[in-house]
């Protein structure tokens, strides 16, 4: 990690996450249930019959509703799962008693496994990040698990990451192993890349 781009992106997920925490709690909840109103209505998710998803933890924008609603319109929803090595498997959504604590924080299916290539089976694809430039390229957390998972993603499918407005259009550092993302979904709506 020492390259200059990597020492950017460090600081500037500190400052991203640092601004997260700070966020009042009611505008965190009016801004989930804003984005998934907004997917919800795209025209992409209304195709769709299966999305990959995730569970939101800490400061990340919400994706509970999101996930319950798309499992009530009867929508395959598969989560991450995260491998030993980095990588993501992913296993179907079967409401919030299907999920439970692992490593990191997060939340994890209980389910069946589906496989690290069930990613490229989904007609939508809605990922976690911190931000993101006019390009699409996304600022993750420094794992590398998503770059990993996008790049089994069929052309073409929608890969939109959700964030909050104020993480839109900003500076972000590439390099060669990052993917960019098709869109981003804020509270204010979806922005196609």
Same mark, same amino acid.
């Given at each position: 990690?020492?390259?200059? #781009?990597?020492?950017?992106?460090?600081?500037?997920?500190? #400052?991203?996450?640092? !601004?997260?925490?700070?966020?009042?709690? @009611?505008?965190?909840?009016?801004?989930?249930?804003?984005r998934t109103a907004h997917?919800?209505?795209?025209?992409?998710?209304?195709?769709? !019959?299966?999305?990959? !998803?995730?569970?939101?933890?800490?400061?990340?924008?919400?994706?509970?509703?999101?996930?319950?609603?798309?499992?009530?319109?009867?929508?395959?929803?598969?989560?991450?799962?995260?491998?030993?090595? %980095?990588?993501?498997?992913?296993?179907?959504?079967?409401?919030? @008693?299907?999920?439970?604590?692992?490593? +990191?924080?997060?939340?994890?299916?209980?389910?069946?496994?589906?496989?690290?290539?069930?990613? !490229?089976?989904?007609?939508?694809?809605?990922?976690? %990040?911190?931000?993101?430039?006019?390009?699409?390229?996304?600022?993750? +957390?420094? %794992?590398?698990?998503?770059?990993?998972?996008?790049?089994?993603?069929?052309?073409?499918?929608?890969?939109?990451?959700?964030?909050?407005?104020?993480?839109?259009?900003?500076?972000v550092p590439a390099e060669?192993?990052? +993917? @960019?993302?098709?869109? @981003?979904?804020?509270?204010?709506?979806?922005? +196609?890349?």
């Open positions: 990690m020492g390259s200059s #781009q990597a020492v950017a992106k460090t600081g500037l997920r500190d #400052q991203l996450l640092a !601004a997260r925490r700070r966020r009042p709690l @009611a505008e965190v909840t009016a801004g989930a249930r804003a997917l919800l209505d795209s025209p992409e998710l209304a195709r769709a !019959a299966s999305v990959a !998803a995730y569970v939101s933890v800490g400061s990340e924008p919400g994706t509970t509703e999101l996930l319950d609603a798309l499992r009530d319109l009867d929508r395959r929803v598969l989560l991450p799962v995260l491998r030993p090595d %980095g990588d993501l498997d992913w296993a179907p959504y079967d409401g919030p @008693a299907s999920l439970a604590p692992a490593g +990191r924080g997060l939340l994890e299916p209980v389910t069946a496994r589906a496989g690290r290539d069930a990613i !490229a089976t989904c007609d939508v694809v809605v990922v976690p %990040g911190l931000a993101v430039d006019a390009a699409g390229m996304r600022l993750g +957390r420094g %794992g590398g698990s998503y770059d990993r998972a996008l790049a089994r993603v069929p052309r073409g499918t929608p890969v939109w990451v959700l964030l909050h407005e104020d993480e839109l259009d900003r500076a060669p192993h990052d +993917r @960019a993302v098709t869109g @981003a979904v804020t509270e204010s709506g979806v922005r +196609r890349f």
